[in-house]
């Protein structure tokens, strides 16, 4: 064994020589450490103390493989290394020894801690450590703090340890506060001048504030405290021991928020935080931003603690815990010149505001308006862009742009306080202000646009206030205006759309001002989502604009950069373009969306061709010659309500214009498969272009029309796109991302035909069967889903579709089944099961008889361990349609074929189902999937309690509990606690109670 440690001990200090035999060191190690003999080799080396940093190492070692390894540890021996550990704490946990003792010393307190935690048959031992420690030979206080330290750290960090252990582990650790606190306060009268001993008393203190059942009213009444904020009033103290002082302040607050548990802690707390304005201003003053960071923490969560208390009671009694100061404390935070530290509020009044929307009385809302109007215009204050940016296009991306896009939420948030019309009338002013000052720049009335464009979607329609003034103000400005100014006006304007609704006569005014920045390149895309808002609140009003629609879409295609910018800006035209034509008579309807859809059929054929040609079997996208497309027909003449009615025409529609801004440089995205700053006619060779062009065409904006004798005007030019994008899947079949687009724009296509579509079904239905046996595009599993939710509830295409289901089901069952098939194809599971539900909805009984439905429910169950949100969810919600089919069968006291294969289906499976819900909610899935899980079970509950009740009971008898986590009566309390309750959230609640005995 001398052997053995003597090669490790080499090991290691050639792994930290960092010389050429390092790398085969360092697997060497690796090895050893998950060697079942490394828990003797690092103990004997650790023993022999003749290698410090072969000693560390060997700690961090046993620690690690204590925290990660530890049922590889036999319990008979879990005696004898805790004596060992302890026998090696102390020899290396003296005050006097290196930095590298020191370091190994942490690891042996961290081990200590580790093993005692995880051993529930250990009890009331962490006092009698804490005394013993302090008796050995030497200085033994950075030791005792360290276990002090680490002990309620680890409790909160270690996994699988159950909150019954937890529970014992943190009453030990209250029981001992008595005397944590004597210590800590000795040890702060007998180090005060050494900085580096009062943090680390400090991070003890802050530790142990964290743990639940540890009292608080001895520490209130403590000098601890005391000296804390007087730590923080200091202005001499280094920003580190500042810093940890915030800390124990911050993790006290946290306490307090349970204001009638910890009352004394809360009054003494809220007292301290008022002296803290004072130094706050001095930091202000000296622009210590360490010092303002720590304080506004304070501020902040001084705010989280108590905003209940000041939402219920406002006051600006200071005897009252959670009275109006707290909002002066934001207030003050909000008028520093830094913009991070107005930001670290936005929580704060996100949870203020959202508790006080609860209040139905303005008198006390009324309470809070001069708070929230004063944030409001510091947010203001702060939005200012940097007056040197007059030349530049506001970054979304930017750090400040960022910050930016959270004071949209933030105004949002608060915006009710004040009213929505008397901010608009505050910016408003600020407008008037700014036009009234000589010395004014242009960024004032920007961030008064961009505050009031924050909240404009409030505003109620048939109010006019100062809109009409404001709309005004911003049509009348020159288009040689900074940029910013344009494109907030642009945002304004068409986040005003719903206002426009109800005041179309500004709109020729306004579309008038909008056009003119269509073709430049800095604005193309804000003028592109502007109109298609307007569009999509004020079609009525905008028929006269279509012509015009059509000569910008030719335009943009002239750009000479950035291809991909004016793509995106095309496909929101065209958007706007056919929501006006959706609202057109069905003869101006079909000529409109011919007019749009012509040159998109002509130039994706033309793309498919050309790919036949170069490489007929295997082309797709990105290896297409360069070929410019087919131009629109610009002839106008095809609209009928093209006339405008205004007496100033919008100007002819001229080619984009180009930029010289340095953002449209550094766009370096690919898409299509092109690098961005291509010229459009070059991206536009790819057939992806057109196949997108479609779904902006159609998505969201044609409602099917299905009832009899009502007919889709545009039914032939569907017939021509969808014969298209079979072309397309074929011809680039092998091509997942084009694949996935053109099934995408077929989906769309079907959505807005509705029950018109089903001459189109066979086809589609023969290509899906033919591409996904040979290239598996889950995308195929998604349309088919589609078409059984359009046409599942037809009897005459049922037993086709049930056919399509085999075939596909075969073929996804391959490579569900192959070694982690499920894992590495989470789009597959999240598509086929998607496809399950829509069978189980809408053709259940045949669904049901047919011997598929087995092995896809058997999957189903499989597939709810699976931690991927899309994959999971659609699993669990198959299982759940078909527990819910049953339970409607049973309400209606209806019987058939497929009901009894359903009953006998969940009969056979329920107890499998149950044990696997229960596990994954508890082992493997995270967030809402937890609350999927919850759902099965609940939907279980209302369909049969009984089964419900003894599948449960086989459930949690098959849990890991061994060590006990749970204990029978708690598991008996559980299943009781499920079975009574029906509602999902309620089953959610009580599954989240037994998850922590057991994490």
Known sequence: MDEKVETVCRAIHILYSGGAESQQAQLFLQEFQESQESWTICDQIIGR????????????????????????????????????????????????????????????????????????????????????????????????????????????????????????????????ATAIIEFLTHVLSKYHHDVGMLKRVLKCLETNLMNQSMKTDEFAQSSLLETVFHILTSPQVPSSLHEAATNVIVAALVRAEDTIGHRPLA??????????????????SVEDFDRLQNFARIFVETCESFYMNLVSAPTTNIEQIGNLICLEFLILIASNHDYSLIEMTFNVWYRITEELFKYDDDMHILRFKPYAFKFIMALYEHSKLDPDD??????????????????????????????????????????????????????QSEAALFIMSCVVQN?????????????????????????????????????????????????????RWIMQFAVDQRYTLHVSNCVDKIASQCSNE???????????????????????????????????????????????????????????????????????????????????????PVE??????????????????????????????????????????????????????????????????????????????????????????????????????????????????????????????????????????????????????????????????????????????????????????????????????????????????RIPSLFFMNPVSIPLFVCAIANLSLDHREANKSASRFIIEVVEQLRKAKEAKYTDA????????????????????????????????????????AVIGKLDKLSQKQWLIQAVQQLPNNPVKATPAQLNDFVENVVKEREPYAVNAVIRDLNQLFD
Request: aromatic content about 6%.
């Open 632 to 841: 629109q027909n610009q002839n106008n003449n095809n609209n009928n309500n093209n006339n405008n009615n205004n007496n100033e025409p919008i100007p002819p529609v001229q080619p984009l214009q180009s930029s010289n801004s340095e953002a449209n440089k550094e766009n370096v995205s690919r898409v299509y498969g092109k690098n961005s700053n291509e010229l459009w006619s070059v991206i536009a060779q790819s057939p992806l272009l057109w196949i997108d062009r479609i779904a902006s065409v159609f998505k969201d904006v044609w409602k099917p029309r299905d009832k009899e004798g009502e007919f889709v005007p545009w039914i032939e030019l569907a017939a021509q796109l969808i014969e298209s994008l079979i072309r397309a899947t074929r011809q680039f079949e092998n091509n997942t991302r084009i694949v996935e687009h053109t099934i995408r724009s077929i989906r769309i296509l079907f959505r807005s035909l509705g029950k018109q579509s089903i001459n189109y079904v066979e086809p589609i239905v023969n290509l899906i069967i033919d591409i996904y046996p040979k290239y598996n595009h889950s995308c195929c599993l998604y349309m088919a889903g589609v078409i059984v939710d359009e046409y599942g509830q037809m009897p005459i295409m049922q037993p086709g579709l049930l056919k399509m289901l085999i075939t596909l089901a075969t073929v996804t069952f391959t490579i569900l089944n192959q070694p982690n098939g499920c894992i590495d194809n989470p789009d597959v599971v999240d598509d086929f099961f998607r496809l399950a539900q829509r069978f189980a909805s």
């Open 459 to 511: 505003l109620i329609a048939d109010s006019d206030g100062k809109m009409p003034e404001v709309l005004a103000s911003i049509v009348s400005l020159p288009p040689n205006s900074p940029p910013a100014l344009i494109c907030t006006s642009l945002v304004l304007i068409g986040d005003s759309n719903e206002w426009l609704r109800s005041h179309a006569n500004l709109l020729p005014d306004i579309m």
């Open 390 to 443: 007059i030349n530049d296009v506001p970054d979304e991306k930017s750090e400040f742009g960022e910050f930016r896009l959270k004071v949209v939420e933030a105004v949002r948030d608060v915006v009710f306080v004040v009213n929505t019309e008397n901010c608009v009338n505050a910016m408003y002013e600020k407008l008037r202000e700014c036009a009234s000052r000589p010395d004014s720049s242009w960024e």
């Open 267 to 284: 009054k003494v707390l809220q007292k301290g935080v008022i002296t803290l304005v004072e130094p706050f201003k001095h930091a202000e």
């Open 898 to 937: 497929g009901v009894v294969a359903a009953q006998e289906l969940l009969s056979s499976h329920g107890a499998h189902l149950m044990i696997s819900s229960l596990n994954s909610a508890l082992f493997h899935v995270s967030g809402s999937l937890k609350r999927d899980m919850a759902e099965i079970i």
């Open 542 to 628: 905008l028929f006269w604009i279509l012509p015009h629609l059509f000569d910008l879409i030719t335009a943009l295609e002239q750009s000479t950069q950035n291809g991909v910018k004016v793509e995106e800006a095309i496909s929101g035209i065209t958007r706007a373009a056919s929501l006006i034509i959706s609202r057109l008579n069905d003869v101006d309807a079909r000529h409109g969306m011919m007019r749009l859809c012509e040159p998109i059929i002509r130039n994706l054929n033309m793309s498919i061709e050309m790919a036949a040609a170069s490489q007929p079997s295997t082309s797709s996208s990105s290896n297409l010659p360069p070929q410019p």
């Open 49 to 176: 103390h003749t290698d410090s940093l072969a000693c560390y190492f060997a700690a961090q070692t046993l620690r690690t493989k204590i925290r990660k390894k530890f049922k590889q540890l036999p319990v008979e021996t879990y005696e004898q290394l805790r004596s060992s550990l302890l026998q090696h704490l102390n020899r290396h946990g003296a005050q006097a020894h290196d930095q590298q003792s020191e370091a190994t010393s942490t690891q042996l307190c961290l081990a200590i801690a580790d093993l005692y935690i995880q051993n529930p048959m250990w009890n009331n031992w962490i006092l009698e450590l804490l005394k013993q420690s302090q008796t050995l030979e030497g200085d033994r206080t950075v030791m005792t703090l360290t276990l002090l330290q680490v002990f309620p750290e680890e409790l909160t960090e270690l996994q699988g340890v159950g909150e019954n252990r937890r529970n014992a582990i943190r009453d030990e650790l209250a029981a001992c």
